[in-house]
């Protein structure tokens, strides 16, 4: 097997810098999202257009609802993006958000990943009242699992047969994480 491509040790001496995702980020997602090894790991389908991207970040927040994009950036490339998601205004889960994270497969393994799920994280727990944030990964994908561990996530079930990937059906686990101190009044 050929050693994963990894960018020139001068590459990685910048400093990485996590912001907002703007509607110019698009074509990155696209391409990010795009690479087959990182589309073999995620839930969307494939061929995502820079188009159908820019009119996702294009769309105003939804008023009252604390969902965030962010995304990781060394050099002016964006590496990496993650978002936490609201999945509607129902007054019962109000309280969780659903956790999506991709990583370029050259960027894998140096600490990107955690340190937009620190900066997500961060923010659900300091200034967003979420109790609860989910997330649903494929069960063979170690790498992910071993960093959402490490981030307090525990394993709550497993989805057999979940989503089709390269045409056979894979099992994915559902992950979650509780606030570990949550809000209380002084």
């Known amino acids: ?24 980020d698009a074509a990155a997602f696209a391409r990010l999202m795009g690479e087959p090894a990182v589309a073999a ?9 820079a188009e159908s991207w820019e009119a996702r970040l294009a769309e105003p927040p939804k008023p009252g609802l604390p969902d965030l994009t962010l995304v990781a950036e060394r050099g002016g490339e964006v590496l990496a993006n993650a978002g936490l998601f609201t999945p509607s205004a129902a007054l019962r889960r109000r309280h969780a958000a659903s956790l999506g994270l991709v990583v370029a497969a050259q960027a894998q393994g140096q600490g990107i990943g955690s340190a937009l ?6 923010y ?11 997330l ?25 047969a ?13 992950m979650a994480r509780l606030h570990p101190q949550p809000p209380r009044l002084p």
Do not use: K
Request: aromatic letters at 8%; zero cysteines.
């Open 1 to 24: 097997m050929d050693a994963p491509h990894l960018p020139p040790p001068m590459a990685r001496a910048l400093p990485l810098t996590i912001r907002r995702a703007v509607r110019q």
């Open 41 to 49: 790991q995620l839930l969307q389908g494939p061929y995502q257009s």
């Open 117 to 122: 799920m620190g900066a997500l994280l961060d």
């Open 124 to 134: 659900a727990d300091r200034w967003a009242m979420l109790l609860r944030i989910e």
């Open 136 to 160: 649903t990964v494929y069960a063979d994908n170690a790498r992910a699992i071993a960093l959402y561990r490490r981030h307090g996530f525990e394993v709550e079930g497993t989805h057999r």
């Open 162 to 174: 979940y989503a089709l990937r390269d045409g056979v059906f894979v099992d994915a686990l559902a």
